[in-house]
C-alpha cells in the first residue's frame, strides 16, 4: 500500500519527480529493502557455516573421495598438488595434514618432500604439498643403499655420516626458500647444504641444521618432519 501511495503521489502531483515526499518514500523503501537482504544473508551465512561444521564433525574422511587438484608454483614453476578446506574444517585439515605429511608415498610413486598451507580466501584455505620421485632401495655392487642405513653381507650400519638422502636435503633447500626464513638463517642453511655435497656434513652441523629449523616448526608445516629426520641422523 505504501508503493501505491507513493506512485499514486507522484502521478498526481504537479511537482512530479522532485516531489520531496517521494524521494522521501522511496529512500525508507530501498533501506528496508538493503536491511532485509543484509539480514538474510547473514543468516543464511551461519547457517551454512553450522551445516558444514556438523558435517566436518561426522565426516570420515578415509571413506570420502577428496578432491586434489595439480599446479604449478609461480615461483619456481614447480609441480604441486592441494585440497581445498574451509577454515571451520578442522577434522578435515587434520586428516590431510596427517595423510599427505612429508615422507608420505603418494598415488604416483613420488614421495612428498615438502606442505604447506595457503590462503584462498578470507573463509578458505588451501593444504598443498610438492613431491618428487625418490627410490626407496639402490643397489650397487651387491650392497643396499637405504634412506639412513647401509646392509653389507649382513651387517647394517645405521646413521651413515655425509649420506643424507636426497628427499631430506631437497625439502630443506625448499624451507630455505620460505619468505619466513630470514637471510641469516637461510645463507647459514644453504652453506650446510653444501657441505654435505661437498661430504663435509659433521655432527656439529647437523645439530646447528637443527637449531635453526626449529625456529621455524610452528610457522613451516613441513620442518617437523625434517628435524625428527635429523635428529635420528647421528644417534648412537
Do not use: H
Amino acid at each position: 500500500m505504501e508503493l501505491t501511495s507513493i506512485i499514486y503521489s507522484f502521478m498526481t502531483q504537479p511537482r512530479g519527480l522532485f516531489n520531496k515526499e517521494f524521494w522521501d518514500g522511496l529512500s525508507s523503501i530501498l533501506i528496508k529493502f538493503f536491511v532485509l537482504v543484509l539480514f538474510g544473508s547473514i543468516v543464511l551465512f551461519i547457517l551454512g557455516m553450522a551445516i558444514i561444521i556438523s558435517r566436518d564433525k561426522e565426516a570420515d574422511y578415509e571413506k570420502k573421495n577428496i578432491k586434489i587438484k595439480v599446479g604449478r608454483d609461480q615461483l619456481d614453476g614447480r609441480k604441486y598438488y592441494a585440497i581445498d578446506f574451509w577454515n571451520c574444517q578442522k577434522n578435515k585439515r587434520k586428516y590431510i595434514e596427517q595423510t599427505y605429511n612429508v615422507g608420505t608415498k603418494l598415488f604416483d610413486k613420488t614421495t612428498v618432500i615438502e606442505t604447506g598451507i595457503y590462503e584462498r580466501s578470507l573463509l578458505k584455505k588451501e593444504y598443498r604439498f610438492y613431491s618428487q620421485y625418490i627410490g626407496d632401495q639402490v643397489r650397487i655392487e651387491g650392497d643396499i643403499i637405504g634412506r639412513d642405513k647401509i646392509t653389507n653381507s649382513g651387517i647394517q650400519i645405521n646413521n651413515i655420516q655425509n649420506q643424507i638422502p636426497d628427499d631430506i636435503t631437497e625439502a630443506i633447500r625448499s624451507i630455505a626458500k620460505n619468505d619466513k626464513i630470514t637471510r641469516n638463517d637461510r645463507d647459514e642453511i644453504m652453506k650446510i647444504l653444501n657441505m654435505i655435497q661437498d661430504g663435509q656434513y659433521s655432527e656439529q652441523k647437523n645439530q646447528t641444521m637443527i637449531d635453526i629449523l626449529s625456529k621455524y616448526a610452528n610457522v613451516i608445516s613441513s620442518v617437523a618432519g625434517i628435524i625428527g629426520t635429523l635428529k635420528e641422523w647421528f644417534v648412537k
